[in-house]
């Protein structure tokens, strides 16, 4: 990267005891990367409330971050497994790369949430997940993010790590690049 600052924020997602949110490939590519569900719309909302309360700048949606994120609720949900890392072992900052480009910029950073849960659950429900867990709370709370990209898949009955439940699976990505 020769002398450009690149920095990358490793965050281990916790599941807290708690069933974690995921959605299908097939169900993420029938809509455009613009286009956002009402629970992806509502963790925005909850997200830049909450960023406000602490006095910090509203997250701008990002089409590529929600690529990214869509992309990585879908793998996970087929594969049946939950991590930041790609069912290939590459590191979340690298796959996220792909989508939310590092080319021509002096400074480039990245975080992410994920979660997984009943397929009940809401805007608030997944922000008080994190929340209640200190290091989603840190990644929430990095003031240097600028970029958001959600994405909440819904499987009706998951394999691998879901035990066959139907769930739903939320990935938020963050971003910031100047």
């Known amino acids: 990267m020769g002398n450009r600052t690149v920095r990358f924020l490793v965050l ?14 097939g169900a993420t590519s029938q809509r455009p990367a613009s286009a956002m569900s009402s629970l992806e719309q509502g963790v925005l909302a909850n997200i830049n409330g909450f960023r406000h309360d602490h006095g910090l ?39 996220i790369s792909r989508y939310y480009s590092v080319a021509g910029k002096q400074y480039w950073s990245v975080g992410e949430n994920l979660l997984w849960s009943s397929p ?23 003031a240097r993010w600028r970029e958001i990209g959600l994405s ?16 739903t699976i939320v990935t938020a990505d963050f971003g910031v690049r100047r």
Do not use: C, Q
Request: hydrophobic letters at 45%; a positive charge.
């Open 120 to 142: 009940d659950v809401d805007a608030t429900g997944a922000l008080n997940m994190w929340l209640n867990s200190p290091e989603h709370r840190t990644i929430l709370l990095t």
């Open 57 to 95: 700048a509203p997250l701008r949606f990002s089409s590529k971050l929600a690529a990214a994120a869509r992309s990585h609720s879908g793998e996970m949900a087929r594969r049946g497994y939950f991590s930041h890392d790609s069912a290939n072992g590459a590191s979340f900052d690298r796959r």
């Open 152 to 167: 909440a898949v819904h499987v009706a009955s998951a394999s691998g790590t879901y035990g066959g439940r139907e769930v």
């Open 12 to 25: 281990a997602a916790s599941v807290l005891g708690l069933w974690a949110v995921a959605s299908p490939a």
